[in-house]
């Protein structure tokens, strides 16, 4: 049975949210492999009395490209991020290029509880056959270049 990964990244003013959110959802979130940046993930594994959790570092501190790179490496089906939309953040640079990542990989990406509720429901999330179709990239990684 394929297991899907959920990463899972929420701002300071959002982390109650979102471990909420998934506190709410616990039967749902035990079926799923989660990875988290640094201090959310120390948060929902206090919260869920979890410690299967693959925490990464925190998010100014590299997480978020941890998980950007995950995502390339196609290891994350869904990216559940609560950014914090009236507060301005130092690694700003990062977050985009984890939202970035996210797009040019066709993962569902949900930035709010009411998003997030919509993905983690969908009846994709428990269909083992069902995988997110990965882009081709290849039009791009073998475009004639002359040296
Ligand atoms: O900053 C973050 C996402 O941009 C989240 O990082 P933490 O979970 O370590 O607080």
């Not at 993930?41 to 979890?50: H, I, K, M, P, V």
Request: aromatic share 8%; hydrophobic share 45%; proline share 6%.
């Amino acid at each position: 049975m394929a297991v899907k990964s959920v990463a899972l990244v929420a701002h300071d003013n959002k982390k109650k949210e979102l471990v909420d959110w998934v506190a709410r959802n616990q039967t749902r979130f035990a079926q799923l492999e989660l990875f988290a940046t640094g201090t959310t993930g120390r948060l929902l594994a206090e919260s869920l009395g979890r410690d299967d959790i693959h925490r990464l570092l925190s998010g100014p501190l590299g997480g978020d490209q941890q998980i950007g790179a995950k995502i390339a490496e196609g290891a994350i089906d869904l990216l559940v991020f609560f950014w914090d939309p009236l507060e301005p953040q130092p690694h700003d640079p990062d977050i985009k290029a984890l939202l970035r990542i996210a797009a040019l990989w066709n993962i569902p990406v949900a930035c709010n509880s009411a998003t997030a509720e919509f993905i983690l429901t969908s009846a994709y999330m428990t269909d083992d056959q069902y995988a997110v179709p990965r882009p081709d990239f290849s039009y791009y990684t073998d475009r004639n270049l002359q040296p």
